[in-house]
């Protein structure tokens, strides 16, 4: 079958669950239900005015980027706003956080959710910008410059797809192409970024490989310097939100919190690099 023809029969809701069941086998089905179900989300008090909800997934991203000692911090793709009020939440006393948003609408919203739901003292340190995440690297001030960097790329965002029937029948397997390269184009200036000894959380809310272990693989292989440790949890958010985080299943280069084992939280994959400070 041609490139071409096996495409568009890949293409819309048909071609979605073909595409799908193909990487999870079995349990897709049981996956698949979890997505069109409603996500755990759980309220995060951060002492502001409004607390924020989101996804318990995202949560256990967050707190698996090490924070301490960390003096300067990079949320790249801030909008709307649940991991960086998580992260401002944990960071030291004396560190800061610029939150960086490409779209001047979605910009707006993250600020809004800064100004309403983290405490005076804490967002007087986070700093909101709207660039483009994968020029930033070009600004030699921002070369090496953050101890901590989340990048919380944009990505296929299966569960939205399915709940919207116009993005469903749209759907084809070349978006997930196009994602991974504007991925890899985020990742590779995040790195730039990173200052020697830093630590960089790689996410997504996707479930393709493509979009996540496809991605780090990648900057592996271009940065030597680059190593991928065990993201374990490195702040305590139990006096910001109640219940259990979910867990994590481990993939090649990184974690994935999927919704059919975690009861509706994820998909959210995350993967902490280590920057190998110069000899």
Known sequence: MKQKDRIKKLSGADGFDSYYREIYGERWDGLKNALSGEADHMEFNA?????????????RCAVSLPL????????????????????????????????????????????????SCLPGDVRSRVEICCKDGAKMCLSKENEG????????????????????P??????????????????????SSAYRMLAPGGYLLYSTCALAAEENDGVVSRLVRKFPDARIVPPAVSSDVSGFCSGALPEAEKTEF?????????????????SLIYKNEMD
């Open 68 to 115: 301490s000692g960390a003096e300067r911090i990079l949320d790249m793709c801030a909008a709307p706003g649940g991991k960086t009020i998580v992260i401002a939440s944990c960071m030291d006393v004396g560190a800061t956080l610029l939150s960086n948003e490409r779209s001047p609408e979605r910009k707006a919203r993250l600020v809004r959710s800064c100004d």
């Open 254 to 270: 990184g974690f994935h919190v999927l919704p059919d084992a975690q009861g509706g939280a994820g998909p959210l994959f995350f």
């Open 145 to 164: 410059a953050f101890d901590r960097i989340l990048l919380d790329a944009p990505c296929s965002s299966e569960r939205h797809v399915l709940a919207d």
């Open 166 to 187: 116009k993005y469903l029948g749209e759907w084809s397997p070349s978006r997930i192409k196009t994602l991974a390269v504007a991925q890899w184009s985020l990742l």
């Open 47 to 59: 002492g502001g005015a409004s607390p924020y909800f989101l996804d318990s997934g995202s949560i």
